[in-house]
């Protein structure tokens, strides 16, 4: 009977252990080769990141993809997810999460248009439309502007916006520029859309945990061990092969 009962109690524990021991993240689907969604996981230099760091610390990592961008935030404010595996960092966001100090990458941001578009000057024009992603933002200086803007289209994906784009239907879409140059090489647009010379913002990606979260008092180590990792040109080394991975899938 003993030996029954110490059985059940080590299998509990174990079970108790595996459970704390598994977090739960999710990502922006739709920013490669930073994260985005294939074959329903989410693939990149984020989630990828983000395993590594966790594994080093004992945690299994549960990856979630929830659609969109805003549905993966909504989750985390409701505490269904521990960690958003990449995120710009605003006062907004900073309510509900709690940012690395060292970014993942710098994200340039650039507004891309279509040929057949010869303004330069899209938020000085009211008539122009501005497409943009579902729980999309870039910067505090940006969502300023585009509180003001009188035409904004939202959709979930990034491939909605450009083939919209190609046809005219919006005038503009920000994106960073790494990410809108693959989507248009992969999209075969590139003979349709193209990014204006002038930078938008300068945006980073940061990891970044719900107040509340398992993880919290984790963060600092998670963050200098991200810290070590970006001096060690470790990130840098990874990027060209998700940019070929994000290429090359169906």
Request: charge should be neutral; proline fraction near 7%; charged fraction near 20%.
């Given at each position: ?21 598994t ?7 739709e ?6 969604e ?12 983000v ?105 979930s ?10 046809l005219?239907?919006?005038?503009y ?39 509340g ?38």
């Open positions: 009977m003993l030996l029954i009962f110490l059985t059940l109690l080590l299998t509990t524990s174990s079970a108790v252990s595996a459970e704390l021991s977090v739960t993240a999710c990502g922006h689907p920013t490669p080769p930073v994260s985005w294939q074959d329903n996981e989410l693939a990149g230099i984020a989630p990828h990141l395993r590594k760091l966790l594994s080093e610390q004992g945690y299994h990592l549960n990856m979630r993809v929830f659609g969109n961008w805003k549905r993966c935030q909504l989750a985390a404010r409701r505490g269904q997810v521990d960690l958003l595996v990449a995120a710009y960092k605003t006062h907004a966001r900073e309510h509900n999460f709690v940012f690395s100090p060292p970014p993942i990458v710098a994200d340039p941001v650039v507004l891309f248009t279509h040929f057949g578009n010869g303004s330069r000057s899209p938020w000085d024009l009211s008539s122009n439309t501005l497409g943009m992603l579902f729980g999309d933002s870039f910067g505090d200086d940006f969502d300023q502007k585009l509180r003001r803007h009188p035409h904004v289209e939202r959709v994906t990034g491939e909605q916006n450009f083939h919209k784009l190609a005219g239907r919006i005038d879409m920000p994106i960073g520029l790494i990410t809108g140059r693959l989507q248009v090489k992969k999209l075969g647009l590139a003979d349709r859309v193209q990014p204006l010379p002038e930078l938008l913002t300068l945006e980073y990606y940061h990891l970044a945990v719900p107040k979260s398992v993880l919290e008092p984790l963060l600092p180590v998670l963050s200098a061990r991200l810290q070590e990792l970006a001096e060690e040109h470790y990130i840098a080394r990874i990027t060209p092969f998700y940019e070929r991975k994000y290429l090359d899938a169906p």
